[in-house]
């Protein structure tokens, strides 16, 4: 039987010489969400588009890593355990729901979405880039998640996400 993950805020170890926040191996950094998407945000829409798409792949590829080591000791569905690591790491508040064709992701105060208002396109690229991860080691073959509503072009504080699953883990 796999063992139990600690919660992530206590694996992490903050080092101020030489300036560092790891968990393990895997180093994490602090940045403000209006920061990031600011600069995102002003970039031309192409460029932003562009912009998005590279977050979602970066994600996709090193969280999906960090995803990848998680699953090695958990002992729960990926999907439970990332989004129990979700708040630490200031990504909202996740709920999970298992449905015959999806796991469906609700995520309560965006940290991409909150700073902004009337996007033209969802905006939180780096989840649906984390979720697709998890969605792809749960199934064990390529998976896409999208970004069903975002906060960021509809108003209010929620965006829903959903993993396609042929069989749900």
Not at 14 to 29: C, E, K, L
Not at 58 to 71: E, I, K, P, W
Not at 109 to 135: E, I, K, N
Request: hydrophobic share 45%.
């Amino acid at each position: 039987m796999s063992a139990t993950i600690p919660p992530f805020r206590d694996r992490l170890d903050w080092s101020a010489v030489p300036g560092q926040v790891v968990d393990g191996a895997i180093r994490y950094m602090l940045i403000r969400p209006d920061a990031l998407m600011g600069a995102i945000m002003r970039l031309s829409p192409g460029a932003q588009a562009e912009m998005l798409a590279a977050l979602h792949a970066s994600v996709l590829d090193f969280g999906g890593r960090s995803a990848g080591t998680y699953n090695k000791t958990a002992s729960r569905p990926l999907v439970e355990v990332v989004a129990q690591t979700a708040p630490d790491l200031g990504w909202g508040l996740w709920t999970i729901a298992h449905e015959a064709d999806a796991i469906r992701v609700t995520v309560e105060d965006s940290p991409f979405a909150a700073p902004l208002t009337g996007a033209a396109q969802p905006v939180c690229t780096a989840m649906t880039g984390m979720l697709s991860a998890v969605g792809t080691i749960m199934s064990g073959s390529p998976v896409t998640a999208t970004e069903t509503r975002c906060a960021a072009q509809h108003g209010g504080t929620t965006c829903h996400f959903a993993i396609p699953m042929e069989h749900n883990a």
